[in-house]
């Protein structure tokens, strides 16, 4: 685990679709508030409001570029992604192992395994 | 050790694929035979399917909804496009949050492989956007049992 993405922030952060929207479009490039304001039909302040928590979390960061504040996956955010990837994998491979059950299930009564 | 894996393609496809012990026909019904699929397509723990409608032909009707036995539901409404038994199912889905989200197309393969069946689930989003979306909500779940995971190790 990496300390310097809190997890629990981090999650909390990541509970939200609009958070996770706006990681997903960092994760293709930096971006300011103005521009993340249209893709997500939102006002500045609703999206600086989003993005604060982002950054407290330690999943984006800021770069100063004369009067902009691009915002930008930090580096921790990606592993974040990396993690959050992982759990829906987690999740799918619950479902297959159960399938798996469900098969042996369904060919353990006939131990010759009938061909079809 | 994962037998699983789940990777993004381009910008509006997640591909999935999977190995499975059981032969073709039977992974194929499996995903086709509403009775199977309320067995396994729960998603994570405490979850069923109350409501299984899967019309296995070709302009049939698909909806799949579940329940935590909470209060908490959720379900998906589709239609099959094409069915080559026991090799490829071809369908549209979309999730209900409750508000319909984009569509999902979603071709899924099985190959015999050795003994058994290699699956290929390749899904594709109208756009990066959505993929996103459907990838972050598909984890909802998961993220739910993180949570309490955590909060033993804390």
């Not at chain 1, 952060?13 to 521009?35: F, H, M, N, S």
């Not at chain 2, 059981?22 to 069923?48: F, K, N, S």
């Not at chain 2, 899967?54 to 935590?68: L, T, V």
């Not at chain 2, 959505?130 to 309490?148: D, K, P």
Request: charged residues 25%; contains cysteine; positive net charge.
């Amino acid at each position: 685990m990496h300390t310097s993405v809190n997890l629990d922030a981090a999650f909390t952060a990541l509970a939200d679709p609009t958070r996770r929207a706006i990681l997903a479009r960092l994760a293709k490039g930096e971006a300011t508030v103005a521009q993340l304001t249209t893709p997500f039909d939102m006002s500045q302040p609703a999206i600086s409001q989003h993005l604060k928590i982002l950054e407290d979390a330690r999943l984006i960061d800021r770069r100063v570029d004369g009067t902009k504040r691009p915002r930008r996956l930090a580096s921790g955010g990606i592993e974040a992604m990396d993690q959050w990837l992982a759990i829906l994998r987690k999740a799918l491979e619950k479902n297959y192992d159960r399938l798996d059950e469900v098969l042996a299930a369904a060919h353990q009564p006939k131990k010759r395994g009938e061909k079809r | 050790m994962s037998k699983l894996t789940l990777k993004t393609e381009g910008d509006t496809h997640v591909v999935v694929t999977r190995h499975f012990a059981a032969p073709p026909e039977a992974v194929y019904r499996a995903h086709t035979d509403p009775a199977l699929i309320q067995t396994w397509l729960l998603g994570p723990d405490g979850w069923t399917m109350p409501v299984c409608i899967n019309e296995g032909k070709p302009g049939g009707k698909i909806r799949y909804e579940w329940s935590n036995g909470k209060g908490a539901k959720f379900h998906i409404t589709g239609e099959i496009l094409e069915l080559k038994p026991y090799s490829k199912i071809v369908h549209v889905e979309r999730m209900h949050l409750p508000a319909p989200m984009p569509d999902s197309h979603i071709e899924t393969r099985f190959e015999a492989d050795g003994a058994g069946t290699l699956m290929t689930m390749r899904m594709t989003l109208p756009d990066a956007k959505t993929r996103a979306a459907m990838l972050a909500t598909g984890m909802e779940g998961g993220m739910e049992m993180s949570y309490v995971r955590l909060e033993g190790i804390l």
